[in-house]
């Protein structure tokens, strides 16, 4: 059983940066994708970015292009998001998730293991 917890999430300003870390625990297999989801308060969860664990190889909602990064750090079992040039509309709780699968999706039912949530809060 993959666990995954979150941390980073806060309170900032419009324009600044965050980073939110994942650690995982419980991997057994390399042939696996960690991601991040974000859910806003009355949405639907939605897919933000995600990295295929072996390969590095990363996907990206197109809403999040050029402002976050999705990284990882192999040796410790952590993957990242770092996120830049923060707007209101980042405002969400944001989900770490995984999927015992080399290929990335952005469907929520497509990931098997979730995270708690961070809370992330962007003011004007």
Same mark, same amino acid.
């Given at each position: 059983?993959v666990?995954?917890?979150?941390?980073?999430?806060?309170?900032v300003?419009?324009?600044?940066s965050?980073r939110?870390s994942?650690?995982?625990?419980?991997?057994?297999?390399?042939?696996y994708?960690?991601?991040?989801f /974000?859910?806003?308060p009355?949405?639907k969860?939605?897919?933000?970015a995600a990295?295929? =664990?072996?390969? $590095? &190889?990363?996907?990206?909602?197109?809403?999040?292009?050029?402002?976050f990064?999705?990284s990882?750090?192999?040796?410790?079992?952590?993957?990242?998001?770092?996120?830049?040039?923060l707007?209101?509309?980042d405002?969400?709780?944001?989900?770490c998730?995984? /999927?015992?699968?080399p290929?990335?999706r952005m469907?929520?039912s497509?990931?098997?293991? =979730?995270?708690q $949530? &961070?809370?992330?809060?962007v003011?004007?």
């Open positions: 059983q666990q995954l917890v979150e941390s980073g999430g806060g309170l300003q419009a324009g600044s965050l939110l994942c650690a995982a625990s419980g991997l057994t297999s390399s042939l994708t960690l991601g991040w /974000r859910q806003a009355e949405k969860r939605e897919f933000v990295m295929a =664990w072996r390969a $590095g &190889t990363s996907t990206y909602a197109d809403f999040v292009k050029g402002r990064t999705i990882r750090d192999y040796a410790e079992n952590t993957v990242y998001l770092q996120m830049n040039s707007k209101p509309e405002t969400a709780v944001y989900y998730a995984g /999927r015992p699968s290929r990335p469907y929520e497509d990931w098997t293991d =979730w995270g $949530g &961070t809370q992330v809060t003011s004007s």
